[in-house]
T-cell receptor, first 112, second 112 residues
Framework: NAGVTQTPKFQVLKTGQSMTLQCAQD?????MSWYRQDPGMGLRLIHY???????DQGEVPNGYNVSRSTTEDFPLRLLSAAPSQTSVYFC???????????FGDGTRLSIL | AQSVTQPDIHITVSEGASLELRCNYS??????LFWYVQSPGQGLQLLLK??????LVQGIKGFEAEFKRSQSSFNLRKPSVHWSDAAEYFC??????????FGTGTSLTVIP
């Protein structure tokens, strides 16, 4: 019963490098989201998806890219990492528009 | 625009004492409201949700919350706190498309 799985759990990057944070869910949820969590700022929505092939921007989308080719996977791409992107990233999924989200355990990302 | 305010950054209570965590929301339509808990290094776990109907909702781990439309509040309560309740608590409002907007969180310390 995996739920939402995020990989890697930890990552250190240098400024300017690119990387992809992986997110997979096995609950057949249509809705998936990416958040970043920073001290004193709670969780802020980066991008979300309402189904395969459909994505949209959240509150803080700049510097991040997403795609959703399958129901199960929703990767988050950092094209050119910046120190301001140092954060803990959470992926979440939900089965209906207003239903609660299920969260992964997060990816802690440091950019030097 | 929608927003969620948690006015208390940090709260300390004694084990066995009662607890109330405050949450105020700003949202034009009928709000879908949630409380989540986050233990250190973990993802978020749903405590309870409010969609409509009875304004007092029960959740897991002995928590409850009361929705007060006139005050735009959704405060979380527990009659008797246990040491294991020490964690960070987030209030959130849900939007169409499974978009969630979170407050900045309240950190709870429980002293023996």
């Amino acid at each position: 019963n995996a739920g939402v799985t995020q990989t890697p759990k930890f990552q250190v990057l240098k400024t300017g490098q690119s990387m992809t944070l992986q997110c997979a869910q096995d609950m057949n949820h249509e809705y998936m989201s990416w958040y970043r969590q920073d001290p004193g700022m709670g969780l802020r929505l980066i991008h979300y998806s309402v189904g395969a092939g459909i994505t949209d921007q959240g509150e803080v989308p700049n510097g991040y890219n997403v795609s959703r080719s399958t129901t199960e996977d929703f990767p988050l791409r950092l094209l050119s990492a910046a120190p301001s992107q140092t954060s803990v990233y959470f992926c979440a999924s939900g089965f209906d528009s207003y239903q609660p989200q299920h969260f992964g355990d997060g990816t802690r990302l440091s950019i030097l | 625009a929608q927003s969620v305010t948690q006015p208390d950054i940090h709260i300390t209570v004694s084990e066995g004492a009662s607890l109330e965590l405050r949450c105020n929301y700003s949202y034009g339509a009928t709000p879908y409201l949630f409380w989540y808990v986050q233990s250190p290094g973990q993802g978020l776990q749903l405590l309870l949700k409010y969609f409509s109907g009875d304004t007092l909702v029960q959740g897991i781990k002995g928590f409850e919350a009361e929705f007060k439309r006139s005050q735009s509040s959704f405060n979380l309560r527990k009659p008797s706190v246990h040491w294991s309740d020490a964690a960070e608590y987030f209030c959130a409002v849900g939007r169409r498309g499974n978009q969630f907007y979170f407050g900045t969180g309240t950190s709870l310390t429980v002293i023996p």
